[in-house]
């Protein structure tokens, strides 16, 4: 093992390192940018010892290997300093897989001759895992390492080795026990590339480059220095990680991705193509993404913040990640129109070729490090519990399907376990499909038990006898009623009692937060609610006219009502009592639900406010009301994800369970992607203040994403079921039939992904 001498910073002193970080960006600001490619691979090497000469490098790794040792905040705000500076990352992105390990498992010579030239990009490394024959099935690999006193002589073939060609060190697992498939007896070992016996013949890729190769060894001394960890243990060493590490990675990441949709969205707008109504939806679901990865991350860790395991977030985001990059050079090509018929280097490509080379390099995404296919039975095996399609056994679910995949805050896992246990007493299937021949009733004793705990005022002033919780726990209690069909109007209600709270209209709020049933009358279109056409009217004490379709009616106790003053034609919200109205009941294809059509015929009705308060309190309420009908359908499909799952695990053919079909437990793992990521743009657009300049955006797309998930799980557990799940007695139409309600609500999905586009390409412009 070649000798060095590290002289890597040891600073324990990190307080000041955000001005420290801040007057070095700052300088990289002002210098001038390279020019061709040679010159920001050269710029990049010297920038990272440039950080690591301040002693701004490394900012998870521990103090005692030379790393920064920041607390998980702080290495957000390092990533979001970094990204917004534009500074170039780590050329060598292998490092940071094998660093983890190095700290971990090696010893402090390893750590001391490796970890410095590593950071600085001194020396590169490349990863020898996968083999002709063991690509992501890793536990089928060959070569071989047979120890010949203080050496190993290895003897094999690695294949798509990215960098091989540059590296000077490969990480590399090699079979020293018994040949065969398996995973006890494989070793880890650090080999340098130049090493006697080692030939690297470089592989030609789609993109037209030559990123990675194939290596070949024979008969290659390695010391037995140069193992890592312990003989045979090689498998689990490759496992390791650092949590706090791979947590922020996860947003570093994010940041990346943040400037090149802004990127795409600038291309969009360059290209003429920003008004087509496919290219808009299209540009909605990347920034979708990017939102779900984001939030997935945040979550997982917070978790890690707390102490907590995240989950199997870390394969959900894995998954997302690599179709996601391979969706929005997708999109980007296309925005190039007829240009896309041009090679990368061609006169008149669009931006010199950079999408058309980014989109063949994405079909890598999906394949390096573990193909899609592997990723997802990752998911159904390792997080979902689904039997092994190896015919391997069955292992327990990271959690239970349908629960949220990292841990909530201790308060709202207390919410989720007292009020799902509480709404799951009170309903059965057989019970809710009989309300089919009651339209217009729900069930009063649920509904006195959610009031006893809080609800619908759960978020409400306690000044008013509210709860005064924050508005994701609302959104998880919404979550979890509808995750067991609760047949009670909470979500009308609840969003009555939002408007009348906008409003100020505090002495009808106490009534509803005190237990009376409400529903906000006002027409709806598939763009929301339509406040400027074909409302009732209101002469100063009365209430004329009818409204279709409103959502909660033949339940609701109090109509908070909007209207046109017959005066002066402004608009306002009254409120009045259902038993001065007529109403009548119509049948809602959520057999859980009521809905009813709202006459007025000189009602007496109370004004609450008017002009242009009422827009105001509108604009307001309609950001928490989409919130809690997205809620409410995540809920639908964590339970459609549930149901699937366990009937995956229990239904039998051709002697196997149809889980281990990877048919059907693939579908599975995307219902768990779609589900956990709806769940999580939901709270993240919960947790941010209606003041926040993204708040209303983030509640576009989150509302968008969630409604459309709950259809797509609802209809592929009805699939999942086949002939069982098409039945009437089965719980899977009653879910497609909320979620559908659902979807037409408060407006269509394609609608509110078209109204955050208008703001994000006002944003780029």
Known sequence: MVEKTSTLVRSTDTGDWRSRLSVLLDDYRRRPRPATSRERFDASIAWQSELVDAGLAAPGWPAEVGGMELSLED?????????????????CAMSFIVAPTIIVHGTQEQKDRFL????????????????PGAGSDLASLSTRAVRDGDVYRVTGQKIWTTKADKADWIFALVRTGPAGRGTSGITYLLIPMDSPGIEIRPLRDAAGGHHFAEVFFDDVEVPVANRLGEEGQGWSIMRTSLGHERAT???????????TVDKVFRLALDQGRADDPLVRQELARIETSVRSIAANSARALDAVLRGEDPGGVASVNRLVKSEFEQHLHRLALRLTGNAAVLGARSEGVVEKGRWTYGYLMSRATTIGAGTAEIQRNTIAEGVLGLPSHRGEGRRAPAVTPGRPLTPPEEDEAALREVLGAAVSSYVETEKLLAREQTPGEYDGALWDELVRFGLPGLAAPESLGGGGAPLRLLCAAVEEAAYHLAPVPLVPTAIALEVLLAAGADEQARTVIEGATAAFVAPVDDHGWAVDHALPVFDGERLTGTVVRVAGAPAADVLVVLATDAATGDPVLATASSSGASIVVQNSIDITATVGVVGFDGTPATVVASGARVTTALAAARRIAQL???????????????????????????????GSFQAISHKCAYLLVGAEGARGQVLAAADRDGTDPDAVL?????????LSTAVRSTEDCIQIHGGIGFTWEHTAHLLLRRAIANEAWLGRPEAMRDRAVTELLDRVR
Do not use: T
Not at 75 to 91: E, N, W
Not at 116 to 131: I, K, N, T, V, Y
Not at 698 to 706: I, R
């Open 75 to 91: 290495q957000l705000d390092y990533y979001r300093m970094i990204s917004d500076a534009g500074a170039p990352k780590h050329p």
């Open 116 to 131: 410095e030239p590593l950071l600085r990009a001194d020396e590169f490394w490349c990863q020898g895992f996968s083999e």
């Open 249 to 259: 990675a996860f947003l570093a990441d994010e940041f990346r991705y943040r400037g």
């Open 628 to 658: 809690l009908v997205a809620a409410d359908s995540v809920g639908v499909a964590n339970r459609a994800l549930a149901l699937a799952v366990e009937w995956a695990g229990q239904r039998e053919q051709f002697g196997h369970a149809i």
């Open 698 to 706: 983030s509640a576009e797309l989150a509302s968008a994403e969630a």
